[in-house]
């Protein structure tokens, strides 16, 4: 008997607000956020109800693990995933792409993915917003949304 094989539909969230941050660093840090962009996929002709379809996955792109410093996942303005760096007791960080990517590793994925279908969460694409704070350089950064 085969097996039926889903491959979920991939929409590129768009960066909709990047600056600087403040703290001091080593490198520059980079804040960013991203959103559904409704008026591209309108111009696409894309059918509107995209708004109210539930993310099975988010993808982080084009940054190694260990310069993404924070990640927060909201529905509206209510937080419903966030990671942080660690700091071990002897002074070791661990950024949360690291941690991110070894959790992906632990359940049988690869890059920088959070499985908010598997955890329980429903994010509908339309109120979905992901904020970053990156290492420099931020150019090239991206968040993908997979759809159940």
Known sequence: MSRVVEIPAVVPLRLIRAGRDAA?????????SYAYD????????LHTDLDRQPLARLRIVGTPPSWVRTILVARGDLPVFELDSWVDPIGRTTSAGEVLAAMARYWGGLGLVIDLHSAGLVVPMGSARVDLCVDAPATGVGVHAELR
């Open 24 to 32: 001091p660093a080593a490198r520059p840090r980079w804040r960013l």
């Open 38 to 45: 409704r008026s591209a996929h309108a111009v696409a002709g």
